[in-house]
């Protein structure tokens, strides 16, 4: 665990709401989340607490710089591929996520 870094009122064009935050600590497992909105952009994906994010739109990401630059290039309103790693079932997860 560690810092974190919310995104959660982090907006492109005034309407690009992700609805969770993320930890700003460098794993190989990818960018852990940290609090979901249960209403936002991740949640509604079938995201979990506890994920680790590891690609958006196909460009790996590992740190939060990485993760926010990836979701800065996603074509709005298009759902787009994210896959998490989750723990719990030691499975990744393609979550499909509109921006």
């Given at each position: 665990m560690g810092g974190g870094w919310v995104i959660s009122g982090y907006n492109r064009y005034g309407c690009l709401y992700?609805?969770?935050?993320?930890?700003?600590?460098?794993?190989?497992?990818?960018?852990e989340v940290l609090?979901?909105?249960?209403?936002?952009?991740?949640?509604?994906?079938?995201?979990?607490?506890?994920?680790f994010v590891v690609s958006v739109y196909g460009q790996p990401v590992s740190n939060i710089d990485e993760l926010v630059y990836a979701i800065e290039s996603v074509?709005?309103?298009?759902?787009?591929?994210?896959?998490?790693?989750?723990p719990s079932t030691g499975s990744y997860v393609t979550a499909w996520v509109t921006f």
């Amino acid at each position: 665990m560690g810092g974190g870094w919310v995104i959660s009122g982090y907006n492109r064009y005034g309407c690009l709401y992700c609805g969770a935050s993320f930890s700003t600590v460098v794993s190989p497992a990818g960018v852990e989340v940290l609090v979901l909105v249960p209403t936002g952009a991740f949640a509604s994906a079938g995201v979990w607490v506890g994920d680790f994010v590891v690609s958006v739109y196909g460009q790996p990401v590992s740190n939060i710089d990485e993760l926010v630059y990836a979701i800065e290039s996603v074509p709005e309103g298009e759902p787009v591929e994210v896959v998490v790693y989750r723990p719990s079932t030691g499975s990744y997860v393609t979550a499909w996520v509109t921006f």
